[in-house]
């Protein structure tokens, strides 16, 4: 779509995809002139087209086939990729979310050019620069003209980052929320995931852990293994983990082998996987999505991290952080299961993918208002 582009939305991995489809979405229903760009920073089937195909996304305009490499290597041939579609289309805005390194590089090549930049999930603090994720999240929020906010407590820290508040911070709630929401009850219908594996509702965990901080290191990924194994035998429940390309390659290398408690799954496609969010006993998690969507979801979760950049799950009670030692892990397990869920979802109510394109002023107005609950 190279005359006339409005909007340019550049992703690269699997949430991005997931979390932009509602956006996508409100740009077909709002016929607008727009354009994908795909980095390439996920490539395998199973964290890209799958969800595609599944959330029936049309396939991106341009897939800049940028794969994997170092943070600076991959980083900076983005930014060069990105740069030479955005000056070809001229779009008014470009549209990033999130926090990898595919949202670090179109936020920067978009910046400096003759266009707007709005960064969807804006003012996500974990406080932990050791995180290539914190680094990202900050600096697209400094280069964005639109900081979209999922929730009060992210726009507030915009805030005392001197960001302008009037013209640049809008909270909007979460897109995930719009995704959820869209695709529940399809994956209830739909998935039969718990078959295929096995699986009685209520009677299972599932584990997802693909972060550096983790997987990367031998002596944590072993110890978090260890950790969610341990627990599992107290509390007589299978464990599921849909395994991500990171860690397979890291469990590989370091030779670790996975304990009986735990089975090792492919990384699934979305309807599967909200399925099995919904209906497993406990999660344990080292994913920033993940938080959410149990939180969404009423199902317990324990993050497998020292912080977290999504403390509302925390402060409703949906969510425990409890690092990766064994003993921790398997103590905030327990006190996970023995609270009752019922907490308020933080992220908003579903609109946000209309409320963010209203906010920058793109096709008709869906008069969605202000973001509640
Ligand atoms: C990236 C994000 C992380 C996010 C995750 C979502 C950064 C810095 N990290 O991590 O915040 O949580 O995506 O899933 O942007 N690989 C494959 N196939 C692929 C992609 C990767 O096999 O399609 C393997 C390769 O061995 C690669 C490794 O995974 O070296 C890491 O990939 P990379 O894109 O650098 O980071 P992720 O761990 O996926
Ligand atoms: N997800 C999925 N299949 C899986 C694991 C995760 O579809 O096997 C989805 C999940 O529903 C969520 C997103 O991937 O929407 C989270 O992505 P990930 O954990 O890779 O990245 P993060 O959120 O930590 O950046």
Not at 108 to 114: P, V, W
Not at 178 to 206: I, P, Q
């Amino acid at each position: 779509m190279t005359d006339g582009t409005t909007v340019t939305i550049v992703l690269g991995t699997r949430p991005e995809i997931i979390k932009l489809a509602p956006v996508i979405d409100a740009c077909e229903e709002r016929e607008i002139a727009y354009s994908v760009v795909h980095t390439g920073q996920h490539y395998s089937e199973e964290l890209d087209t799958v969800f595609f195909d599944q959330l029936e996304l049309p396939a991106p305009d341009h897939n800049l086939g940028v794969g994997s490499g170092s943070q600076s290597e991959q980083t900076g041939a983005m930014i060069r990729e990105i740069e030479t579609v955005l000056l070809d289309e001229q779009p008014e805005l470009v549209l990033v979310q999130g926090d990898t390194n595919s949202v670090l590089a179109g936020a920067i090549a978009a910046s400096k050019l003759d266009c707007e930049v709005g960064h969807v999930e804006a003012g996500l603090r974990s406080f932990d620069r050791t995180m290539p994720e914190e680094v990202n999240r900050v600096l697209a929020d400094h280069a964005a003209d639109y900081c979209f906010a999922p929730t009060e407590q992210a726009a507030g820290y915009l805030r005392e980052e001197g960001i302008d508040d009037d013209d640049t911070i809008h909270v909007t709630g979460n897109t995930i929320v719009d995704a959820v929401m869209g695709y529940r009850d399809l994956a209830a219908a739909k998935s039969d995931v718990l078959g295929e594996l096995g699986l009685d509702a209520g009677d299972f965990c599932l584990l997802t852990a693909h972060r550096a901080e983790n997987v990367d290191d031998r002596e944590r990924f072993e110890s978090l293994l260890d950790g969610v194994a341990r627990f599992a035998r107290d509390a007589d429940l299978d464990v599921v983990y849909p395994v991500h390309p990171r860690a397979n390659e890291r469990l590989a290398a370091f030779d670790l082998a996975m304990p009986d408690e735990i089975t090792p799954i492919d990384a699934q496609d979305f309807l599967d996987f909200l399925r099995l969010e919904s209906t497993a006993t406990l999660v344990l998690t080292d994913s920033g999505g993940v938080q959410e969507e149990t939180c969404i979801l009423g199902t317990p979760c324990v993050t497998l991290r020292d912080n977290t950049e999504r403390p509302e799950t925390v402060d409703v009670g949906a969510n425990r952080i409890v690092g990766v030692a064994a003993d921790g892990i398997v103590t905030g397990a327990h006190e996970a299961l023995s609270q009752q869920n019922g907490w308020e979802n933080p992220f908003g109510d579903g609109h946000s993918a209309d409320r963010i394109l209203d906010i920058a002023g793109i096709g008709s107005a869906a008069s969605v208002g202000e973001v509640h609950g």
